[in-house]
């Protein structure tokens, strides 16, 4: 797994959700058991927790801010993060978790 690789799946995840409005953000998520920014937070989340894991430091909450259009940022940051700090095979997981998540909104 590249470093390319996910950043590439983020980015098409990112492109995918970014001009979404607070409707769409609050609309279940396919199978309907959770909202697609509750899904999407959650994503940032894993990768928060694989980050804090590849570096060897604790995990720690992600926030869940108030308005869901800055889960996509969120999200580039903490791949960003992730990018810097993991080895490729953290990556590759953490490329099919996005590729997942993208597959499911």
Do not use: F, K, Y
Not at 10 to 26: C, G, I, K, N, S
Not at 37 to 56: F, K, M, S, W
């Amino acid at each position: 797994m590249s470093l390319g690789e996910l950043g590439r799946a983020v980015e098409l995840l990112v492109r995918q959700v970014r001009h979404w409005q607070q409707p769409r953000w609050a609309a279940a998520a396919t199978g309907g058991n959770m909202s697609r920014a509750d899904l999407l937070h959650r994503l940032v989340q894993e990768i928060a927790n694989l980050c804090a894991d590849a570096e060897g430091g604790p995990r720690r909450a992600v926030p869940r801010l108030d308005n869901d259009l800055a889960l996509p940022d969120q999200l580039r940051v903490v791949a960003a993060d992730l990018i810097a700090a993991a080895p490729p095979e953290v990556l590759a997981r953490a490329a099919a978790e996005v590729t997942a998540t993208r597959e499911t909104l």
